[in-house]
Each structure stands twice: as C-alpha cells, then as structure tokens.
Nanobody
C-alpha cells in the first residue's frame, strides 16, 4: 500500500523559509499527481500547489505564487515544497497527497478530502 511520510515542519519568524518533504513508501510515485494542501485553524483544507510526476506540469494557488516552489525527484519517490517569505497567514497543518488520473489544476481545486492517499500532516507556525 502507498504511504506518504512528511517532514520539515516547524516554527519560523515572518520572512523565514522552510522546506517540506514528502516521501513515498510501499509503491512508486510514478504516474501519480502529488499535491500540497494546507488547513488553517477554522478553515477547510485548500490546495496550494500540485505537480505531475510524469510530466512535471505544475499548478500554484494565487496566494503562494512567487513564494512557494514544488519540485519532484522521481528516483527518490519524493516531492518537496520550498516555502520562502513565510507570513503568519501561512500558519497551519500541511499535507501532501497522491492521486491518479487527474490534472493538477483540478486536483488542487478540490475542497473535499475523501479521495487520494494523504500524509500525516506537519505543523508550520509563522510567528514573531
């Protein structure tokens, strides 16, 4: 069975950076689409950025364009999220998710969570 393990969360000051990792075990990421979603307190889970492992096609939500970068390493079955210029509104639990047979823009636009294979989530706190 596919399992996703996330790491790299923590607390940073405004303007700081963090790099999150999502590593697959059990099966390969090959032919999957991978996304990073965030759930802030009191809010629904929202898609931030998604990538096709096969083609490298990416999608970014407007709120993170120019600050967050998703990258993939197919050989390591890993996806990374580089987060720069973090702000307090970026605080929340970050989840990676794997799915198949869906384009990255549609995947990141989903508001329900009853689909895909999700990681355990990592806390990111941005505070002075």
């Amino acid at each position: 069975q596919l399992k996703l393990v996330e790491s790299g969360g923590g607390m940073v000051q405004p303007g700081g950076s963090l790099r999150l990792s999502c590593v697959a075990s059990g099966v390969s990421f090959e032919y999957h689409q991978i996304g990073w979603f965030r759930q802030a307190p009191g809010n629904e889970r929202e898609g931030l950025t998604c990538v096709s492992m096969t083609y490298g096609r990416t999608y970014y939500a407007n709120s993170v364009k120019g600050r967050f970068t998703i990258s993939r390493d197919n050989a390591k079955n890993a996806v990374y999220l580089q987060m720069d210029n973090l702000q307090p509104e970026d605080t929340g639990v970050y989840y990676c998710v794997a799915h198949q047979g869906i384009t990255v823009d549609v995947m990141c636009g989903r508001r329900d969570t009853k689909w895909g294979t999700w990681g355990q989530g990592v806390q990111v706190t941005v505070s002075a």
